[in-house]
């Protein structure tokens, strides 16, 4: 079953501009994490936020999470060509007992213009 | 270091009948993971194991899916009698250990059932 939903489904712009997609889930999470899949390609892990952290940078990206919302978001900023891709929110959920059981939401399409 | 491998990376069958895909993690990756992903949606677990030993397959269609890891490394997963909905990426992902680890994905073998 699906866990997380981002939000938007696809998202266009310019190269140069920020890019935000956000995630909702559902249950009580150990941490979450953003993928990146490339049109055929296998997936990229780009970042993991622990429950009990607010807020993650890793270069251009920069991720929040508020657990009582059950939300997430993610930024990437001064957005390039190479960055069009399908985003994807997956959580560890506490009831896996921290296994590393990811469920994976339904996936941003990002699509950056020259 | 080399990335997680799949193989075959393609596959076109009739339904009815089977198919196996192969999964090689990367070296020293005591877990490995089996991941459905049907077009337009996130990655489903199917199985994962810890070393040679199943921790979750609690998702797998055992009727028609089976999965070995035979001495911890190289794994398969083998779907028999396959059916139209069975179309769909199959991802093999590893990881050093199962928890809050980073798990690396392999390219996908791609299966259309006609």
């Known amino acids: 079953s699906q866990q997380g939903e981002e939000d938007p489904q696809a998202l266009s712009i310019q190269e140069g501009e920020n890019a935000t997609m956000n995630c909702s889930y559902k249950?009580?999470?150990?941490?979450l994490q953003w993928y990146r899949q490339n049109s055929g390609r296998g997936l990229v892990h780009l970042i993991l936020?622990?429950?009990?952290?607010r807020e993650k940078h890793s270069g251009r990206l920069r991720v929040t999470l508020d657990t009582s919302k059950k939300s997430s978001s993610l930024l990437i900023t001064a957005s390039r060509a190479a960055d069009t891709a399908s985003y994807f929110c997956a959580t560890d959920d506490i009831l896996t007992g921290g296994g590393n059981k990811l469920t994976f939401g339904t996936g941003t399409q990002l699509k950056v213009e020259l | 270091e080399a990335g997680v491998a799949q193989s075959p990376r393609y596959k076109i069958i009739e339904k009815r009948q089977s198919v196996a895909f192969w999964c090689n993690p990367i070296s020293g990756h005591a877990t490995l993971y089996w991941y459905q992903q049907i077009l337009g949606q996130g990655p489903k677990l199917l199985i994962q194991?810890?070393?040679?030993?199943?921790?979750?397959d609690s998702q797998l269609p055992k009727d028609r899916f089976s999965a070995e890891r035979l001495k911890g490394v190289d794994s398969t997963l083998k779907i028999q009698p396959a059916k139209l909905e069975d179309s769909a990426v199959y991802l093999c992902?590893?990881?050093?250990?199962?928890?809050?680890?980073?798990?690396?994905f392999g390219e996908g073998s791609w299966l259309t059932v006609v």
């Open positions: 194991f810890q070393n040679n030993g199943v921790v979750d």
């Open positions: 936020i622990r429950s009990n952290e």
């Open positions: 992902a590893s990881s050093y250990t199962g928890t809050a680890n980073t798990i690396y």
């Open positions: 249950t009580s999470i150990n941490n």
